[in-house]
Each structure stands twice: as structure tokens, then as C-alpha cells.
């Protein structure tokens, strides 16, 4: 995945997309290498170019709290290019990962020769900040089932064409729980009736989603 399908730089020319390249750093990270820390100073952006990441906090009793999996042309940490607080969330590698890297010392000077890549991305992340208001609310008001359907849904694809959805991710009870802010006997429970319901099915640990699953538990 190159820079040019980021959705961060949509909008900038083919040159000014060359001069964030030729700016930024390529690195590859091997798997379960955790690439910020949370609570680190936040000094640069980092474009997936291949991989995974899993972008996640953990509280007092060291408990880990997944907030997102990032795959090839996601992107992290782009506010270390708008302030200077520190990270507010720590990434692992999941996969052997390549990132591209933009440090803000760096990114500031080209702000400053090229105008017209500081309205694209103001405009970009500005969209990208709305999108993440509205994930917040929707996982705030939803109730445990409600958050379950939400990453079930959002992690599937079409298998067939009889509406039959597949997660290609194997996914675990607690990984689900961890996604959602839940307990994993509370998931095991809600899989187990749409299981009895016939909505879902386990493959080891792949579930497909057999129909539309019900909008309220």
C-alpha cells in the first residue's frame, strides 16, 4: 500500500505526495513489537504500509482495552502533528509490519513552503476527528450486545451470495471482550444465543454470520 491510497493526503498532487515520501522513513517492526508507548512524546505520524497493529490502553491492573486494529493504508498517531501532548494510546505490531514514518519536525517545514498541503490535511483530519466523535457516541450509548454487533458487522464480508458474512479474523472470546469494554463470559453468552438462533456460526475461530443479526438482544 503506497502513501497515495491514504485517505489523510487525499486531495494533494502527485508532487507534494513525493515530497511527504521522499520526507518520510520506512521501518519494519517484528511481530508483537510495540511501536509507542502510551504516555510517550508524541513527535511523529505513522502510515501502515503493510501488516498490522493493534492500537489499545490499558488500565491500573496492566488490563488491555483494544481501541482498533489498523491494517495496510491506515495511519496513527497523525495529532502528534497538530500539538504537543504525549500519546494517549500504545500500539503493538501484530503481524511482521512496515510503517512509514513522518516526524513533525519534518512535517512543519514542508507545512510551511507548501501552503496548499496544510489545507488538505486540515481538511482530512478535521473529517477524520468528526468520524471518531461519532464512533465514541455510538459505543457510549450502545449497551454490551449493541458493541458486539457493531465490531461483528464492521469486521465481516461477504461470503457467496446469499448474504452470508465471513470474519476472516480469528477472533477470540476475549479479543471480542476487549473490543467492547466487556467481560468474556458476558460475549461467550451473547455468541452462544445467536449461535442457538441461528444467526451465527464457529469455525474454529472464525464466525460467520448466517443473516442479519437482530437489533436488540
Request: hydrophobic fraction near 40%; aromatic fraction near 6%.
Amino acid at each position: 500500500m503506497s502513501i497515495e491510497n491514504v485517505d489523510l493526503f487525499d486531495g494533494l498532487t502527485p508532487d507534494e505526495l513525493q515530497i511527504l515520501r521522499d520526507t518520510s522513513i520506512l521501518r519494519e517492526f517484528a511481530k508483537n513489537t510495540v511501536l509507542i508507548h502510551e504516555g510517550d512524546v508524541a513527535d511523529s505520524l505513522y502510515v501502515v504500509e503493510s501488516g498490522r497493529v493493534k492500537v489499545y490502553c490499558s488500565d491500573k491492573s496492566g488490563k488491555d482495552f483494544v481501541l482498533n486494529i489498523l491494517e495496510s493504508g491506515d495511519y496513527f498517531g497523525e495529532l502528534a502533528l497538530l500539538d504537543d501532548d504525549r500519546r494517549s494510546a500504545s500500539v503493538r505490531a501484530m503481524d511482521v509490519t512496515k510503517v512509514r514514518i513522518i516526524y513533525k519536525e519534518d512535517f512543519k517545514a514542508i507545512l510551511d513552503m507548501h501552503p496548499n498541503i496544510t489545507r488538505i490535511l486540515n481538511k482530512n483530519l478535521t473529517r477524520r476527528i468528526r468520524k471518531l466523535t461519532n464512533d465514541v457516541k455510538s459505543l457510549a450509548l450502545q449497551d454490551v450486545y449493541g458493541r458486539v454487533v457493531k465490531v461483528l458487522t464492521g469486521l465481516a464480508t461477504p461470503e457467496g451470495d446469499d448474504g452470508v458474512m465471513k470474519i476472516r479474523e480469528k477472533l477470540t472470546q476475549q479479543e471480542i471482550a476487549d473490543r467492547v469494554g466487556s467481560s468474556r463470559e458476558m460475549v461467550a453468552r451473547i455468541l452462544k444465543d445467536l449461535t442457538i438462533g441461528n444467526y451465527i456460526e464457529v469455525e474454529g475461530r472464525h464466525i460467520i454470520i448466517k443473516k442479519k443479526l437482530p437489533e436488540s438482544y
